[in-house]
């Protein structure tokens, strides 16, 4: 259909310009600065303020990238979700379906959103507590590893497995064809793909929350147990690497304290 081609091709300019940006923001922002911490590892500035910024400037910029960040990492894996949407509602008139598709849009994205709110006080409390205790900033690297690790597991649950076929496959509730429907259904789509995706994020904000190549990644795999046919196991793929990665890591930082 036309408008099925054109809402593809609204959401790949969405998703080029949101990625543009990231990219520019990643590479320009003082987050990428880094804090040389005890224990051998730096410790990213996105967190405290710089250059006489206030820490509502710094929460003010912090949010901005993430709101723009996670259009660009979750849009490939929703797009497929809002397509069951436009179907099942059956709407003929295009403006409508449109003004529909992004009232859902805006309701799952402002689920990713509180939890920014949520995410950035809570890692500016811990970065300034590493600065102030030495203890605890040696002992990052490790707790960083069993996060990834744990976070791994995570994908072999049946808690994972539940949230994964919530996210892959769209409610039958959602064909309603109301403004108050379609947000309603844009935050379950929401709440249900942030704890999909629990792991991730959890290994996005160990890993780096302002590295493109972790964010790239992430992206990836959270795309792959969506769309592939084989989700289940690709998320289970996805699980045994994460275990790998917080091995390694945890290793590694074991070798250099008894070196």
Known sequence: MASDRAFLGTCMLIFAASAAVTIH??????????????????????????????????AASFMSMWTV?????????LIPMLMGYRRA???????????????????????????GV????????????????????????VAGGVVVVAAGALQFTAWKARR????????????????????????????????CCAGQTAALLVLGVMDLRVMATVTAAITAERLASAGYRVARGIGAIMVAVGVT???????????
Do not use: K
């Open 164 to 195: 994964l076929a919530c996210c892959r496959y769209s409610p039958s509730n959602a064909s309603s064809a109301r403004t108050l429907a379609a947000w309603r259904h844009g935050l379950q789509l929401g709440f249900r793909c942030t704890q």
């Open 69 to 77: 960040m996670m259009v660009a990492m979750m849009l490939p894996s």
């Open 89 to 115: 509602t059956g709407v003929a008139r295009q403006a409508r379906i449109d003004w529909l598709t992004s009232v859902v849009g805006a309701g799952y994205f402002s689920i990713w959103v509180v939890l």
């Open 25 to 58: 923001a990643c590479l320009s922002m003082p987050g990428m600065a880094r804090m040389p911490m005890p224990g051998g590892w730096a410790m990213s500035m996105a967190w405290l303020p710089m250059c006489g910024q206030t820490w509502p400037g710094l």
């Open 249 to 259: 890591l945890i290793m590694r930082e074991a070798w250099l304290a008894v070196r």
């Open 118 to 141: 949520a995410v950035f006080p809570l890692c500016a409390a811990m970065a300034v507590a590493q600065t102030r205790l030495p203890a605890m900033a040696q002992a990052v690297p």
